[in-house]
């Protein structure tokens, strides 16, 4: 009998300890938890023949932001995809686009496959999330597209704490709160140790404004949670965010420093990139002052990690770095050449940014309030979004327009109106 998958999907390894390596690698993967790597290295070196061993070895590095070390195992997977079954041949197709940048053929490619094996949850995750082929799409909808594909998919996987996990965060993104507290809990109940879905419902607390609330979750949830793992950086964020909020400061700062500046995290470098610079502007506009030393330190890291424009969630964030650094230079050349699926967006914002590090509050809010329409072009999520929502707002509280900030964070952001959400200084 053919050895499977969780998803009883055949795997093409004859080795139960290629499989079983094999499956831990994708429970990690799926979880966020430490060693995801080095389970699919112990998989192939159970069987080197072993295609999906190698082409999930690749995009665990990718996922680790070691993408350097991907080439090795995709090149092996290419070469064996010839022995591979049909479903595995489509798999490794589908995450060498990802791979070598091919984005949209990618989700198209995710899209095919998965009318033929509905249930091959590897091949799904990679357009899953506000960090997957859809969250970075670009496009105006991308939200409603997220859970349009998710949901019928529930006849295939039922309660999977995986696929509970991806849909709730679809439906908490779109204010779907009772639908995403289901699910979300659900799988949390059926695999309570998984990282993204602790994260998810940490989104949840944020969404509902429950600071306190959202605070004693994580922290306890965290205790145990290994420096190695996928979201440390992020999930200290969020801690180190609604401890800011609820007036602990000193450990907000603390947080910072110790999880998630570039001197002490080791990665991914998208988080560190953008997760770095959230927090300093968001302190800085909850009343502390501005941190020239933390600026500059973390527009040097995105400079060595994200120098050139391509990818709009994190350029959004390496301009306000460079604009809060008062790196003009760098600033320019994104203004100069922007590029990718939000280019149209990048040179307000930097321009709107610099307005703001430089005290222009006109300036800044006419920059930017435009792109408060459709920022979830821009990808990421809600709670990560609010940066541009709350660079208005305090813009306008600074300009002696509190009454209108309130008014538009009420309307906008009415579970984050003033006493629930993130303090604006004056506000």
């Given amino acids: 009998m053919a050895l499977q998958d969780r998803y009883g999907n055949e795997l093409g390894t004859q080795s139960a300890a290629a499989r079983d390596a094999y499956l831990a690698g994708v429970e990690s993967l799926m979880a966020a938890t430490p060693g995801m790597d080095t389970a699919f290295q112990k998989s192939v070196e159970a069987d080197e023949n072993f295609a999906l061993g190698h082409i999930s070895l690749a995009r665990a590095k990718q996922l680790l932001g070691r993408g350097h070390e991907a080439k090795a195992p995709l090149a092996r997977a290419k070469e064996l995809a010839a022995g591979a079954s049909p479903r595995e041949q489509s798999q490794i197709a589908i995450f060498e686009k990802i791979l070598t940048g091919q984005g949209a053929a990618a989700l198209d490619a995710i899209r095919e496959h998965m009318k ?17 082929l859809i969250g970075f799409s670009g496009k105006t909808g991308r939200e409603v597209d997220q859970l349009a594909l998710l949901e019928p998919f529930e006849k295939h996987y039922g309660d999977d704490w995986w696929y509970r996990t991806q849909l709730a965060f679809a439906q908490i993104e779109l204010q779907k709160l009772d639908e995403g507290r289901r699910n ?19 989104h949840l607390f944020y969404e509902l404004g429950e600071r306190e609330a959202g605070l004693a979750f994580l922290t306890e949830w965290m205790k145990d ?4 793992g996928l979201m440390h950086v992020h999930n200290n964020w ?13 450990e907000a700062w603390r947080i910072y420093d110790e999880a998630l500046s570039p ?18 502007a968001r302190a800085e506009m909850a009343g502390e002052p501005r941190q020239a030393a933390r600026w500059r330190e973390i527009a040097d890291y995105n400079t060595k990690w994200f120098g050139r424009p391509g ?16 790196d003009g230079a760098a600033l320019a050349k994104f203004i100069e050449a922007p590029k990718g699926a939000t280019a149209d967006m990048l040179q307000p914002m930097a321009r709107g940014f610099e307005a703001y590090a430089q005290g222009d509050w006109t300036r800044a809010i006419a920059e930017i309030e435009p792109l408060l329409a459709t920022h979830e072009r821009l990808g990421g999520s809600r709670a990560q979004r609010d940066l541009l ?5 305090s813009a306008m509280v600074k300009a002696g327009r509190a009454s209108e900030a309130r008014a538009m964070i ?3 952001r009415p579970q984050n109106g003033r006493g629930k959400g993130f303090p604006l200084a004056g506000l």
């Fill in 184 to 202: 979300i809990d659900a799988a949390l109940e059926a695999f309570p140790r998984s990282a993204h879905a602790a994260h998810i419902r940490g």
């Fill in 225 to 228: 949670y290994s420096r190695d």
């Fill in 410 to 412: 009420e309307k906008r």
């Fill in 263 to 280: 001197a002490v995290a080791w990665g991914p470098q998208v988080n560190v990139a953008t997760d770095c610079v959230a927090f300093l």
């Fill in 238 to 250: 969020h801690l180190a965010l609604w401890s800011m909020e609820t007036g602990r400061r000193e």
């Fill in 311 to 326: 990818l709009g969630f994190v350029d959004m964030h390496t301009v306000l770095a460079y604009a809060m650094a008062g």
């Fill in 389 to 393: 929502e709350y660079v208005v707002t």
């Fill in 116 to 132: 033929e094996w509905p249930r091959d949850a590897m091949a799904l995750a990679p357009a899953t999330s506000v960090f997957g």
